[in-house]
């Protein structure tokens, strides 16, 4: 029931939550957003003093650019319907944490190791694409 005693529709009900599960999705989108950019600026500017090897400020850069991509990619979910939306939400973001996450780690801790956890994150990435696609 709402705050005036009327009864909730079903359908009043299943539109608060779509809209909750959208401003969700769009405040996970937005906060990777804001990350990416900050983990590019460190990248470009903090890392210079500590990483002297390029090929490592490159892989930097290429997690810090699929991360901002993917950020807003997890905002466009929103386009889609809920149920859609919230599984492509998910893929990006362990796509995110997986691709971009391991070659932050992987130029941080100076281990190639952590490459091989790198393709794992792009199918993630990759099926938050399909699953919009087919939505």
């Known amino acids: 029931a709402t705050t ?4 909730l529709s079903s ?10 599960a959208a401003s969700w999705i769009f405040r996970l989108g937005a906060l990777n957003g804001a990350l990416a950019v900050a983990f590019g600026a460190f990248g470009a500017h903090g890392l210079k003093k ?19 991509a993917h950020s807003l990619a997890i905002c466009a ?6 149920a ?10 362990g796509g995110i944490a997986l691709f971009s996450g391991s070659l932050y780690a992987l130029v941080l ?8 956890i790198t393709p794992i994150g792009g199918l993630s990435l990759i099926a938050g694409w399909v699953i919009l696609a087919l939505s």
């Open 77 to 82: 979910c929103m386009l889609a319907r809920p």
């Open 4 to 7: 005036t005693g009327q009864p």
């Open 50 to 68: 500590t990483v002297k090897d390029p090929q490592l400020l490159k892989t930097w850069e290429t997690a810090s650019h699929y991360h901002l």
């Open 84 to 93: 859609v939306a919230q599984r492509a939400a998910y893929a990006f973001a």
């Open 109 to 116: 801790l100076n281990k190639p190791a952590l490459g091989a």
């Open 11 to 20: 359908k009043s009900a299943c539109k608060r939550m779509e809209m909750a």
